[in-house]
């Protein structure tokens, strides 16, 4: 998670929502990335699709079933579909989002019935961080 949170802090100096990501397979970073929206001028530049995206590439493969998803926040739904269709092994994320999270908030995008793969869910890594990390951001803009 503290790879995450240094892509989260880069891409708040590149004035993005601080949110990182990082894919793991087998102990190993593949992936890494920070919000690039702005940047990118892509709505979809989310930190987890630019990992999912990466790890894909670099693998060769759409299926990411041995790999873990480290990211700041808790997914949008946007990002949840995209993780199912992955097949991702596991999900873990630092501070929820009650406002746009789709994994224990809002949809809950994983307790559907329609959705056809669940990976392992773990919330609140380094959630006090997270949390302070996007409300400093925040604050900072008000």
């Known amino acids: 998670?503290?790879?995450a949170l240094a892509?989260?802090?880069?891409?708040?100096?590149r004035g993005e929502v601080p949110i990182g990501a990082v894919m793991v397979r087998a102990g190993e970073v593949i992936a890494a990335a920070g919000n690039r929206t702005r940047q990118d001028?892509?709505?979809?530049?989310h930190a987890e699709m630019l990992v999912l995206r990466a790890a894909a590439q670099r693998l060769g493969t759409d299926r990411l079933s041995d790999c873990d998803l480290y990211v700041t926040l808790e997914p949008c739904t946007m990002c949840a579909g995209a993780i199912a269709w992955a097949r991702l092994r596991r999900v873990y994320y630092g501070a929820a989002d009650?406002?746009?999270g789709a994994v224990e908030s809002g949809v809950r995008f994983f307790a559907q019935a329609t959705c056809h793969h669940v990976p392992e869910l773990y919330g609140g890594l380094a959630e006090a961080e997270c949390a302070e990390l996007l409300r400093a951001f925040f604050r900072e803009r008000r």
């Open 1 to 3: 998670m503290e790879r």
């Open 41 to 45: 001028a892509d709505p979809t530049a």
């Open 7 to 13: 892509e989260a802090r880069a891409a708040a100096l």
């Open 98 to 100: 009650p406002k746009g």
